[in-house]
T-cell receptor, first 112, second 108 residues
């Protein structure tokens, strides 16, 4: 069974631009969650989607948004990028959200 | 104060030693997760538990709901166990709170 796939692996953007990251969950998994990891703040929860609905959201500004498609694939969008958005963005999938998480390898975003 | 506190922050052990990493949380939880992150970023979920104790190979995770405390034990540690171990609490709304991680180095 294929694991969680995140694309792209690396991304360099300029301040003010926007970016879209993609996450393909394990087949059959309906929950996809997103996380930001930085050296200063560690891992932080962004949001979780289940059956195309956002069920929960962390404490991030509205510039961070996401969506989930009918095939459970998810995208995360960050608009008006700031230097502080440079981070490793991880997504994880699980069967229902209250089952073990399976993480992707992450997308490393650098904002210059 | 963080919702999830981990200790120690850094740990160096000799191969073969018994290792304990502690996690305390202040939020109501539906589950407590132990994650392992190797250099390069990949995260693996080791345990998800809501009560009692779970064992997988040389790894054991315990949780005391009344005391809001969990421990991760590694028996007979090995250099390949060197990684960052992260404790995370999730509530019924599937909101996640993460500890800052414990960086473990096992020396041969």
């Amino acid at each position: 069974k294929a694991g969680v796939t995140q694309t792209p692996r690396y991304l360099i953007k300029t301040r003010g631009q926007q970016v879209t990251l993609s996450c393909s969950p394990i087949s059959g998994h309906r929950s996809v969650s997103w996380y930001q990891q930085t050296p200063g703040q560690g891992l932080q929860f962004l949001f979780e989607y289940f059956s195309e609905t956002q069920r929960n959201k962390g404490n991030f500004p509205g510039r961070f948004s996401g969506r989930q498609f009918s095939n459970s694939r998810s995208e995360m969008n960050v608009s008006t990028l700031e230097l502080g958005d440079s981070a490793l963005y991880l997504c994880a999938s699980s069967l229902q959200g209250d089952s073990p998480l399976h993480f992707g390898n992450g997308t490393r975003l650098t904002v210059t | 104060k963080n919702e999830v506190e981990q200790s120690p922050q850094n740990l160096t052990a000799q191969e073969g030693e018994f290792i304990t990493i502690n996690c305390s949380y202040s939020v109501g939880i539906s589950a407590l997760h132990w994650l392992q992150q190797h250099p390069g970023g990949g995260i693996v979920s080791l345990f998800m538990l809501s009560s009692g104790k779970k064992k997988h190979g040389r790894l054991i995770a315990t949780i005391n709901i009344q005391e809001k405390h969990s421990s991760l034990h590694i028996t007979a540690s090995h250099p390949r166990d060197s990684a960052v171990y992260i404790c995370a609490a999730s509530n019924t709304g599937n909101q996640f709170y993460f500890g800052t991680g414990t960086s473990l180095t096992v020396i041969p």
